[in-house]
């Protein structure tokens, strides 16, 4: 199957997910618009971003707010569109299956990594064992079905599959499919790639100073005609939005993304913005370590649910600007399953009840882990208030994005859930087997799973037909909630600001910004 007949396939995706790409194409406000005149090539883009990233390695990393960092700097080998999320060519020229289990890769000529190695079949199959295999890989969910690779051509690889696996272009356009130099990787300390980033990206590595700045540079050498636009991009790590958000308005910076709801007014009258919303895969939602105390009772996990009303929590923290999630996917996916979506009605009475036949003495402390921010914080109390009406007492144990992240998923094993947010994957089947496949990073406590489900994720990537495909992610999620294995809460859509100068700036749904095609006006 080529890449063609594999975007044809994703053809029928976009139909099928038509209100999300029309409300993306429609929703810019406050004067943006997306003609624009000839691009201007020059200038250093300021970005205020509100984290710092848990790496620049996009194999070890463990935050979605990692990829606008990475973006800039590593090109994969497919990309996906940004209206539909299709897999299109990147490095990887064109692609297809031989067979069911046999994958071909050919790889584009002439491109090179910011540190001269040539991007070849060699540096391909570098990266994807190491992804596979590697013991710092948080990545080996994505290429779990990938049972080797084999050069078999200067620029071509192919990867033998040890079950079919249709998700595979999609999955190769994030973190897996994101190219490392093998010279670098190989030079580097332990754990320095973190720091000192080499891919082949529009933009080189300069400099990242924590919690204050990362800069990049323009690469002279990129392959794509007449890209990048810009001198370079800095970002300016303001981890409380309020601040960054003046900090555009002042000019001090000239673009911030994933505005919380709240600002949407304020930035809309400031005179010298632009704004710009639409819907995104981005889910708050609460991680479950279900293999530890009180989560290693299901009943425990259903009342949690049962106990949060969603609704309220929309109005109260996202200004009506989100839609409250009962799975992973929005409504309007194309993946979605509305009878799923019916099984956690706002009912504290039933989690009561839930928790009286696990023996879940009302007003015992759980420890969850969160952030500080002032949003983060607002939602906090929201729920400790909801979950308080159901006998549950919560405790939130705060720390930076990437701290509180690495604290939970990681070794430490801090705390009994997370309250973050799920920032979405191409395919649905990577956002599955990220979170909840046996060995994957997502899953907290590493708990055993149940086989069904292994086996609807199996079927949801055996075929291309859209069809087929829905009713094992119907499977997929049906199991996935009906052993609560999390609490998702609300979908928040994209909000991002940005001043005059900005042109060119593209929505996603995934809501993570890309800056290809972004340049400035003088």
Request: glycine content about 6%; some cysteine; hydrophobic content about 40%.
């Amino acid at each position: 199957m080529t890449h063609d007949r594999l975007a044809a396939a994703a053809i029928t995706r976009r139909n099928a997910i038509a209100l999300m790409t029309g409300a993306a194409a429609s929703a810019s406000l406050g004067g943006a618009s997306f003609a624009q005149t000839t691009p201007k090539r020059g200038g250093t883009l300021r970005v205020s971003a509100f984290t710092n990233p848990s790496s620049l390695d996009p194999a070890t990393g463990g935050a979605g707010s990692d990829h606008t960092f990475l973006y800039t700097m590593y090109d994969s080998l497919t990309e996906w569109d940004f209206e539909t999320l299709k897999p299109k060519p990147g490095l990887a020229e064109s692609w297809s299956f031989t067979d069911p289990t046999t994958f071909v890769i050919n790889i584009r000529q002439g491109v090179t990594f910011h540190d001269g190695t040539p991007l070849n079949a060699e540096a391909v199959k570098f990266n994807l064992d190491r992804a596979k295999t590697d013991p710092k890989s948080n990545i080996k969910a994505d290429v779990a079905t990938v049972a080797s690779v084999d050069v078999t051509g200067p620029m071509q690889v192919t990867l033998k599959l040890n079950t079919p696996d249709t998700a595979l272009p999609a999955i190769l356009s994030d973190r897996a499919g994101m190219m490392v130099s093998p010279t670098a990787l190989k030079a580097a300390s332990a754990g320095n790639l973190n720091r000192t980033p080499v891919g082949t990206g529009a933009h080189t590595f300069v400099s990242w100073a924590d919690g204050e700045r990362i800069v990049t540079k323009r690469n002279e050498k990129y392959w794509k005609p007449n890209r990048p636009y810009l001198d370079g991009i800095e970002f300016a790590l303001i981890p409380e939005l309020t601040t960054g958000a003046r900090s555009v308005t002042a000019g001090q910076n000239d673009l911030i993304y994933q505005l919380p709801p709240r600002q949407k007014a304020i930035v809309e009258r400031a005179r010298n913005l632009k704004v710009v919303t639409g819907p995104t895969l981005y889910c708050f939602q609460i991680f479950l370590n279900w293999g530890k105390p009180p989560f290693d009772d299901v009943r425990v996990r259903k009342a949690f649910n049962f106990a949060v009303d969603r609704e309220a929590l929309v109005k109260a923290s996202l200004a009506g600007l989100a839609e409250p999630a009962a799975m992973t996917l929005p409504k309007a996916h194309w993946a979605y399953d509305k009878s799923v979506a019916e099984l956690y009605p706002y009912d504290p009475a039933k989690a009561r009840q839930l928790l009286g036949e696990a023996g879940f003495k009302e007003g015992t402390v759980v420890e969850l882990v969160s952030y500080p921010d002032q949003d983060s914080v607002q939602r906090q109390e929201i729920l400790i208030e909801q979950l308080r009406k159901a006998g549950m007492a919560l405790k939130f144990l705060n720390a930076p994005v990437a701290e509180a992240s690495a604290a939970f998923f990681g070794n430490e094993k801090r705390g009994s859930g997370l309250l973050a947010a799920w920032t979405g994957r191409p395919d649905p089947s990577q956002t599955y087997s990220l979170q909840y496949t046996k060995d994957a990073y997502f899953n907290a406590g590493r708990a055993p799973l149940p086989p069904e489900l292994d086996i609807a994720l199996k079927e949801s990537r055996a075929t291309e037909d859209i069809e087929t495909r829905r009713k094992a992610f119907a499977k997929v999620q049906r199991l996935v909630m009906e052993n609560a294995f999390f609490v998702p809460l609300a979908f928040q859509f994209e909000l991002v600001a940005m001043n005059q100068r900005v042109q060119g700036y593209r929505p996603n749904l995934l809501g993570k910004p890309k800056y290809d095609d972004v340049w400035l006006e003088s």
